[in-house]
């Protein structure tokens, strides 16, 4: 009888497409009524596993992975893209069908679009999806710092890299800082990136910490986290009027961080009856005479603030 042919189109196949495939004829007038044509397999060859895009530090280790299928077992090679592709050679194999790329000790340089191929010969070759990995170096971490209640602090950190994070926030004891008590201003020169954090005056006495993070869609790197000592007078000397061989005691204390304090007349040191202790300092004068008339102040100091 009459004789036909059809065809079965597939377009942009996946993976899910692979698979056994059967013609079935069926003829409504003749028995048996239908006929099966011998069963065809569709395989699939290729990347099955793209590398992934990572943001990461200066000096970190970086492993990309691509998985490949098969048979055959296809050869693999990595590639750095751009004007001119570069190969980066087969990575380390493990197994048949997959490779990685290991890139210790990344640097700015490191930065760029990475890519395997997996080429089965005769059979042609197929390529991933283009990774991009993002070096940046910090440059200059925040520095610890020590202010008074009443003044504000700054701290300062710069990244550099091939262009500008997505996203940086500053945060508190690994809680993000209220911009209603702080201000960030953010500035941007070649590779570089700085931030700058002003902290205003309404914390009170004690220790914090400060750190700032520079975040892209692939990942994020995190600055060293540094303290803030807000120090706090909770007693100052008074202006006192006093007579001629009466005693005199001045006090003065801060809240907040260990600190040194010193008693001056004068512009004067005052070693003779100053005791500390605990951060408060005390300034005894048995008899008043004429030459203790005068003006009185305190320094105090940390470390990091006098």
Known sequence: GDGGVSELLLKTVTWTTAGVYQCVVTYSDYTPPTYAAL??????????????????EEGTDITLTCLTTG?????ITWWKTGAQDQDLGKGKLVGDYKSLLILPSVDLTTTGDYKCTADYNTLGS????????????????PVATTAVKTNSAKFTC????????????????????????ASVVKTTSGDDTTTVLTVDNAMTA?????SAKFEDPEGEVVSNSVDLTVLEYTKEPQNTDTVLGYPLTL???????????KFYHNNTEVVSGVTTKNNQGTLEVDKVELGSAGEYTVWWSTPLLS
């Open 39 to 56: 069963p065809a397999t569709l395989s699939i060859r290729g990347v099955t596993q793209s590398p992934k895009s990572v943001v990461t």
């Open 251 to 261: 006090t003065c204390e801060v809240q907040g961080s260990p600190a040194s304090l």
């Open 71 to 75: 048979p055959p077992v296809p050869s």
């Open 126 to 141: 197929h390529g991933s999806q283009t990774a991009t990995l993002t070096v940046r170096g910090i440059q200059s971490h």
């Open 206 to 210: 004690g220790k914090y910490k400060f």
């Open 158 to 181: 710069v990244i550099r890299g091939d262009k500008p994070p997505a996203l940086i926030t500053w945060s508190r004891d690994d809680v993000a800082v209220d911009m209603a008590t």
